[in-house]
């Protein structure tokens, strides 16, 4: 029973570019969460996806958007990079019996 | 909103001895989950062990246990028998036992040597 996975593990984009990071849910999971970690701090809340809808939303500009598709993948849409947005990208997958999350190994983001 | 709180940004500890890292929150619920997260070099972020805060017992994981005080809302972490296994950052969390909000929050972590 595969994990979470993301992909890629890691990209290095240019400030004004835009980038989409993917991840694929546990087996059985069918809510995916998103989290930015940027480098020395703890992992902060993005959104949230369930039932192909973004059910919730933490403190990040309209420049973040996401999807989910009918098999539970999503994927993580940042336009417009900044420098700031340079940071390791967690997605966690849940399910709605225990909610417990497991997260994924991690998208490194570099934008120069 | 709540809030996680580390204080010991790094700690060091003697392999085999015992260690404690210490955490605090806010909040105004009532009803919540706390946990310790690992994250190794690898990166994963690994569930070290969880508490439910309407449960008095404190959660015990072979050689992790939580010292869970709801009043003080105070929330360590001690690993004994340290292994340089262990070596890796330590994230306290929070999340809301709600239905609609179950993001979770957390601290800024600690990082923890074992000398060998």
């Known amino acids: 029973d595969a994990g979470v996975t993301q992909s890629p593990t890691h990209l290095i984009k240019t400030r004004g570019q835009q980038v989409t990071l993917r991840c694929s849910p546990k087996?059985?999971?069918?809510?995916v969460s998103w989290y930015q970690q940027a480098l020395g701090q703890g992992p902060q809340f993005i959104f949230q996806?369930?039932?192909?809808?973004?059910?919730q939303r933490g403190n990040f500009p309209d420049r973040f958007s996401g999807h989910q598709f009918p098999n539970y993948s999503s994927e993580l849409n940042v336009n417009a990079l900044l420098l700031g947005d340079s940071a390791l990208y967690l997605c966690?997958?849940?399910?709605?019996?225990?909610?417990?999350?497991?997260f994924g190994p991690g998208t490194r983001l570099t934008v120069t | 909103a709540q809030t996680v709180t580390q204080s010991q940004p790094e700690m060091s500890v003697q392999e085999a001895e015992t260690v404690t890292l210490s955490c605090t929150y806010d909040?105004?619920?009532?009803?919540?989950?706390l946990f310790w997260y690992k994250q190794p070099p690898s990166r994963q972020m690994i569930l070290v062990i969880r508490?439910?805060?309407?449960?008095?017992q404190n959660a015990t994981e072979n050689r992790f246990s939580v010292n869970f005080q709801k009043a003080a809302k105070s929330f360590s972490l001690k690993i004994s028998d340290s292994q340089l296994g262990d070596a890796a950052m330590y994230f306290c969390?929070?999340?809301?036992?709600?239905?609609?909000?179950?993001?979770?929050?957390f601290g800024k972590g600690t990082r923890l040597h074992i000398l060998p």
């Open positions: 909040t105004s619920e009532s009803d919540y989950y």
């Open positions: 966690a997958s849940s399910d709605r019996l225990t909610y417990e999350q497991y």
């Open positions: 996806y369930y039932e192909e809808e973004e059910r």
């Open positions: 969390a929070y999340r809301s036992s709600g239905f609609r909000d179950d993001k979770i929050i």
């Open positions: 508490q439910e805060a309407y449960k008095q």
């Open positions: 087996s059985g999971h069918d809510t």
